[in-house]
Each structure stands twice: as structure tokens, then as C-alpha cells.
């Protein structure tokens, strides 16, 4: 069949897409103890549920929601402390880098390394080149060498506390870099924050630059309702509900979920609290692992290298059913793999496994 101009063009993009690296989705292993991917699973599954049915009772789902989202920002912008005019929503934090790099017409980021995989591929999905800043072995950030990479950019994504290694950049640091950098635009993901010390959303809403993005699929235990939001100053946030985003990016149900979950924020701190507590716990016992190394988090994760341990310690998790997400050799470690902190019970098995793989 003779190929006319478009259908060409539309190959090559294909053939330009399908070589383009993209975020894996973790496979669903039924029955597994499931510490893979940052989920809260402190937050009783009842309670999460109980939410959902009366939910599902409330709304009318024939309508589209109409004044849903406004009694969403409300909240959001009382539990970040903030206006609520500078506040948006989206379907999940990802819809909204998704939107984010759609329309601003970036064309060169810089990221340090490693960071979020998802921002990485997305930037390169539209054509955006990404500078990467190694991180030094410690995780910590070499501000002078991100700070001399971001001028070249126009876009910088700071990932805090940053997923996968766990920890938060200092404020003051954050801050430092932001303000030498007044003319880029810096995201700053705080997908982890509620589990951090520090946000950056009241500064945010007060410089031209910096959007903050937030999601309620960690700490709040809905991952699956799929509601993130940005925290940025006014001016910023009319524009992007007003015409980036789209009408009715969240659904009836997930709005009604989100509300009544945020409603009970301080059943949500408390959990969050058990997850520090066990945080904690569990780092202080791997610690004490002499074959492994673990390093300090500021969010419900911890990053772990188990060097020549690596193998047998994957093998025991598998025969056990405990899932985490295995990272290989990153950033100059060896043998990588990321935890989720769940409850004590999932915890104590996977540290189980950790004794049992670490032996000898
Ligand atoms: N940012 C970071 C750093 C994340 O780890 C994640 C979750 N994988 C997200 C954003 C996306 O979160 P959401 O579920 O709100 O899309």
C-alpha cells in the first residue's frame, strides 16, 4: 500500500515514542505483602473503605461535578496552609507534571540523580532534554554544580523528600537554589512531605517560579482515588484551572472520597506519626545489619543497599511474598532496593527476610 506524507509522519513519531524509555507499572502479585510502591497501608483498609460506600451512596453520578472541586481546594488549602487561590487539583500528581510540561513549553530541565523516573520519562516523552546532577554518595546535592547545570535550563525539578532515595534537601539549601534561579521555572514534588519535616508550600505561594505538588496517594491511603494538587501563587493557579486543566479532571466519587478523607486529617497525622514511629524502628534494625546499608529517610520509604547480599535477600523476599521495588546498582551503590514502611506485622516480615538473606 503506498504510504501518503501524514501516515509516514505518524510512524516516525511512533517509532520516536516506542524508543523512548517509560515508567514501568509494578506487576499486581496476589496475596504479596505489598512495599513497593509508597503506598500507606498504616491507614486501615476499613476505614479507607467505609469512606468509599458512603461515598458512593452521596453521589450523583449522572452529574458532572460542579461545585465538587471548590469544596476540595477548601480543604486542601487549609490542611497545606495556604489561600485556598492557590490551590489546584488534578487527577493524580502525574496528570498534573503531565499538564504542566504539555503547556509550558519548556525545552531543557535539570533534575538531580537519581530522582522520580516518571518526570525523567515524561520530559523526554515531549522533547524536553534533562541535565542530570549526580547526587553524591550520601544522597546529599552538590548545590553549586545543580545550581551552574540549571542556568542552561529552563525548567528544574526538585524531588523532596526525593523518591527513591528518601531524603528531604535541606530548606534552607532549597530555598538558596530557588532564589538564585528567579527567571526558570522550579517544580518542587513533595509527593512525601506529609512524612518530612518542612514544606515549601507558603513560600511558593509567594514567588513567581516555584510549584509545589502534592498528592493524597501517600500519606492520605488513596492511591487509587488518583487526586493530586499544586500548591503556587495566584496568578499561576487561575491560569492553570482556568484553561490548563481540563473541566472535570477529578471524578464525583474520587472529589466525595478525597473530602471526607481530608475532613479526618487528623486521623491522617496520626497514621502518619505510626508510620515515622515504625520509620524509625525499622531503620534502627537494619542498622544493625553489618552486611547492608541503610539510609536516613524523611519519607515512608527507605533505600537500602545490599551490595553482595543483593540476590539472596531478592530470593528470600520472593519465596515470602514480600514485594518491594528492586533498583539494582544506582547511583554508585550496589545491590538497591526501596521499602515501603507499612504496619509493624508487614515490616517485621520483611525484616525477617532481611535477617534470613543477610546470613553469613
Ligand atoms: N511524585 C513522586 C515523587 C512520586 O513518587 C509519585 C508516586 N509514584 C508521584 C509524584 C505521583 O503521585 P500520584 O499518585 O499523585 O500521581
Same mark, same amino acid.
Given at each position: 500500500?503506498?504510504?501518503?506524507?501524514?501516515?509516514?509522519?505518524?510512524?516516525?513519531?511512533?517509532?520516536?515514542?516506542?524508543?523512548?524509555?517509560?515508567?514501568?507499572?509494578?506487576?499486581?502479585?496476589?496475596?504479596?505483602?505489598?512495599?513497593?510502591?509508597?503506598?500507606?497501608?498504616?491507614?486501615?483498609?476499613?476505614?479507607?473503605?467505609?469512606?468509599?460506600? @458512603? !461515598?458512593?451512596?452521596?453521589? +450523583?453520578?449522572? =452529574?458532572?461535578? /460542579?461545585?465538587?472541586? *471548590? #469544596?476540595? $481546594?477548601?480543604?486542601? %488549602?487549609?490542611?497545606?496552609?495556604?489561600?485556598?487561590?492557590?490551590?489546584?487539583?488534578?487527577?493524580?500528581?502525574?496528570?498534573?507534571?503531565?499538564?504542566?510540561?504539555?503547556?509550558?513549553?519548556?525545552?531543557?530541565?535539570?533534575?538531580?540523580?537519581?530522582?522520580?523516573?516518571?518526570?525523567?520519562?515524561?520530559?523526554?516523552?515531549?522533547?524536553?532534554?534533562?541535565?542530570?546532577?549526580?547526587?553524591?554518595?550520601?544522597?546529599?546535592?552538590?548545590?553549586?554544580?545543580?545550581?551552574?547545570?540549571?542556568?542552561?535550563?529552563?525548567?528544574?525539578?526538585?524531588?523532596?523528600?526525593?523518591?527513591?532515595?528518601?531524603?528531604?534537601?535541606?530548606?534552607? @539549601? !532549597?530555598?538558596?537554589?530557588? +532564589?538564585?534561579? =528567579?527567571?526558570? /521555572?522550579?517544580?518542587? *514534588? #513533595?509527593? $512525601?512531605?506529609?512524612? %518530612?519535616?518542612?514544606?515549601?508550600?507558603?513560600?511558593?505561594?509567594?514567588?513567581?517560579?516555584?510549584?509545589?505538588?502534592?498528592?493524597?496517594?501517600?500519606?492520605?491511603?488513596?492511591?487509587?482515588?488518583?487526586?493530586?494538587?499544586?500548591?503556587?501563587?495566584?496568578?499561576?493557579?487561575?491560569?492553570?484551572?482556568?484553561?490548563?486543566?481540563?473541566?472535570?479532571?477529578?471524578?464525583?466519587?474520587?472529589?466525595?472520597?478525597?473530602?471526607?478523607?481530608?475532613?479526618?486529617?487528623?486521623?491522617?497525622?496520626?497514621?502518619?506519626?505510626?508510620?515515622?514511629?515504625?520509620?524509625?524502628?525499622?531503620?534502627?534494625?537494619?542498622?544493625?545489619?553489618?552486611?547492608?546499608?541503610?539510609?536516613?529517610? +524523611?519519607?515512608?520509604?527507605?533505600?537500602?543497599?545490599?551490595?553482595?547480599?543483593?540476590?539472596?535477600?531478592?530470593?528470600?523476599?520472593?519465596?515470602?511474598?514480600?514485594?518491594?521495588?528492586?533498583?539494582?546498582?544506582?547511583?554508585?551503590?550496589?545491590?538497591?532496593?526501596?521499602?515501603?514502611?507499612?504496619?509493624?506485622?508487614?515490616?517485621?516480615?520483611?525484616?525477617?527476610?532481611?535477617?534470613?538473606?543477610?546470613?553469613?
Amino acid at each position: 500500500m503506498k504510504k501518503n506524507n501524514s501516515s509516514s509522519r505518524f510512524d516516525d513519531s511512533i517509532r520516536r515514542i516506542a524508543k523512548l524509555g517509560h515508567y514501568t507499572k509494578p506487576e499486581k502479585v496476589q496475596g504479596a505483602i505489598k512495599l513497593d510502591s509508597n503506598e500507606n497501608f498504616a491507614l486501615d483498609r476499613d476505614f479507607v473503605a467505609g469512606i468509599a460506600a @458512603e !461515598a458512593a451512596r452521596q453521589v +450523583d453520578l449522572r =452529574e458532572y461535578p /460542579l461545585d465538587q472541586l *471548590d #469544596e476540595l $481546594y477548601s480543604q486542601l %488549602a487549609k490542611y497545606a496552609g495556604v489561600s485556598v487561590k492557590c490551590v489546584a487539583a488534578g487527577s493524580g500528581s502525574d496528570q498534573i507534571i503531565e499538564l504542566l510540561l504539555s503547556t509550558l513549553g519548556s525545552r531543557r530541565a535539570t533534575v538531580f540523580s537519581p530522582t522520580f523516573s516518571y518526570f525523567i520519562n515524561r520530559c523526554e516523552l515531549h522533547g524536553i532534554k534533562v541535565d542530570k546532577v549526580p547526587l553524591d554518595q550520601d544522597f546529599t546535592l552538590d548545590k553549586k554544580e545543580f545550581v551552574r547545570s540549571a542556568r542552561k535550563s529552563d525548567l528544574i525539578y526538585i524531588c523532596s523528600p526525593n523518591n527513591p532515595t528518601g531524603n528531604q534537601i535541606g530548606r534552607q @539549601e !532549597a530555598i538558596d537554589i530557588i +532564589d538564585s534561579l =528567579e527567571d526558570k /521555572l522550579v517544580l518542587v *514534588d #513533595e509527593a $512525601y512531605v506529609d512524612f %518530612a519535616d518542612y514544606s515549601l508550600s507558603t513560600y511558593a505561594t509567594k514567588r513567581d517560579n516555584i510549584i509545589v505538588l502534592r498528592t493524597l496517594s501517600k500519606a492520605f491511603g488513596l492511591a487509587g482515588a488518583r487526586v493530586g494538587y499544586m500548591v503556587a501563587n495566584e496568578k499561576f493557579v487561575r491560569t492553570f484551572r482556568s484553561t490548563i486543566q481540563s473541566p472535570y479532571p477529578i471524578s464525583t466519587l474520587s472529589l466525595a472520597i478525597a473530602s471526607s478523607v481530608l475532613a479526618r486529617a487528623d486521623h491522617i497525622r496520626q497514621t502518619v506519626n505510626a508510620v515515622r514511629n515504625e520509620r524509625g524502628r525499622v531503620l534502627a534494625k537494619l542498622a544493625k545489619v553489618d552486611s547492608i546499608k541503610v539510609f536516613p529517610s +524523611d519519607a515512608n520509604f527507605l533505600f537500602i543497599e545490599a551490595g553482595k547480599n543483593y540476590q539472596r535477600i531478592s530470593k528470600v523476599l520472593k519465596s515470602s511474598g514480600v514485594v518491594v521495588k528492586e533498583l539494582g546498582s544506582i547511583a554508585g551503590h550496589r545491590g538497591c532496593m526501596r521499602v515501603t514502611i507499612g504496619t509493624r506485622e508487614m515490616n517485621d516480615k520483611f525484616l525477617q527476610c532481611i535477617e534470613e538473606g543477610s546470613l553469613q
